[in-house]
Structures are given as C-alpha cells and as structure tokens.
C-alpha cells in the first residue's frame, strides 16, 4: 500500500529555509485524481493546511503563507518537497506529508480528504 | 480563510454517544459535501474516519457517522469505547478563491 515518509533537518535557523521532503512509496505520485500536501501542526496545536501539488505541477498554497512556500514534485524520485522561506520560531511544528484525493464540484476539481499521512517530522527553528 | 469552529473538549462514558461539531461559512462547509474528519492519538498521524461529510473509508467502525446541516458540520460516535479518546479535527474545502483546505481547531474527546 501507499506509504508517504518526510525527510529533512530537524533544526532551521532563523531567517534561514526551512526545506524537507516527502518520499512516495508503493504507488506512483503520479497516478491522476490525487494531490500531495503538506500539512503543520504547531506543538499542542491544531492542523494547518500549507499547501498542495499536482503531479503536473499546479500548485495551491494557503494565502497565509503564500509569499513563503513553495512546493514542488520530482515524478522521477517518485517525491515531492517543500520549501519555506524566512523561518521563525513560530515555523516551529510537527510538518505532516499527505496524500489527498480530489473531487469534482461542477467543472473544476476540488480537494476532497487527506486519506494517507506521513509519520510527521519535527522541526524546531532556533539559533 | 478561518479555522472552522469545533468545542475544546467533550466526553461521554463508555457506550454512550457524543457528537463534535463543526461550524464554518456559507463559503466552506455551507457550500460544499467535502467535509472530512480525523482522529488523532497523541504522537501519531491523524486518519481519515469520515470524507464526503458522511462517508467512512475501509475500515473505519461504523461506530463513527458524519453529518451536516447548513453551515455545521457534526461527528458523532456512538457506543463509545476507551481506544476512541483522542482529538478530532473537521476539514472542509475552502471555495474556489484558493481552491485550499481549511481545519478546525480539534476536539480533545475524554472517554471517561
């Protein structure tokens, strides 16, 4: 079955770019009618949505972070990163990769539910 | 776009009911069926129990339903049982003005 793990250090200074990776195994990233997100929770928080991608590259970020994300796929390594810029402490959170399925809502294609998560890694943003 | 809107906490004894709510807009959970709910046991990864604000994924207890009135979203999970403490989190998709996601805040569900 589809098993999603993140990767990536598990302290960013500040200012610097927080980046990390989420490797796609037992299934291809670039099967149709799925988005691959990364999600965040601060510590003893709730969920943030950070964004999405689709294997063709299309990309929806959350507009509160918008200027600071960027997320990309790399089919041929079967992953897909993200990229965050100008951390802060409150960058501090357990990032979640995750598996999304979409649905359409009249002509357009929404996302539907995150049905495959990674473990989570921790990343903590000190000097 | 605003965390949708969940209670702290709730609770309810063994094999007895409880329902968690979950409030949004009319541009969210008002608009659309794409509502889902996660379960999230300290240290882990949330799971999918319900998308579609009613459908369960394989393997989820049918002890876990989903339903929706206008802007509100609910959960409920009858025959309460020890293993279902944890926080649950509602999501909804957020309209076609970021084509995103947007969470709840997360219930902490004490099965006392």
């Known amino acids: 079955q589809v098993q999603l793990q993140e990767s990536g250090p598990g302290l960013v200074k500040p200012s610097q770019t927080l980046s990390l990776t989420c490797t796609v195994s037992?299934?291809?990233?670039?099967?149709?009618?799925?988005?691959w997100s990364w999600i965040r929770q601060h510590p003893g928080k709730g969920l943030e949505w950070i964004g999405y991608?689709?294997?063709?590259?299309?990309?929806y970020y959350n507009p509160s972070l918008k200027s600071r994300v960027t997320i990309s796929v790399d089919t041929s390594k079967n992953q897909f990163s993200l990229k965050l810029s100008s951390v802060t402490a409150a960058d501090t959170a357990v990032y979640y990769c995750?598996?999304?399925?979409?649905?359409?809502?009249?002509?357009?294609?929404?996302?539907?539910?995150?049905?495959?998560w990674g473990q989570g890694t921790m990343v903590t943003v000190s000097s | 776009q605003s965390a949708l809107t969940q209670p702290a906490s709730v609770s309810g004894s063994p094999g007895q009911s409880i329902t968690i709510s979950c409030t949004g807009t009319s541009s969210d959970v008002g608009s659309y069926n794409l509502v889902s709910w996660y379960q999230q046991h300290p240290g882990k990864a949330p799971k999918l129990m319900i998308y579609e604000v009613s459908k369960r994924p394989s393997g989820v207890s049918n002890r876990f339903s989903g339903s929706k009135s206008g802007n509100t979203a609910s959960l409920t999970i009858s025959g309460l049982q020890a293993e279902d403490e944890a926080d649950y989190y509602c999501c909804s998709y957020a309209g076609s003005s970021t084509f995103g996601v947007v969470f709840g805040g997360g219930t902490k569900l004490t099965v006392l």
């Open positions: 037992g299934g291809s990233i670039s099967s149709g009618g799925y988005y």
């Open positions: 995750a598996r999304g399925f979409m649905r359409f809502v009249g002509l357009s294609a929404a996302p539907d539910a995150f049905d495959i």
């Open positions: 991608i689709y294997y063709s590259g299309s990309t």
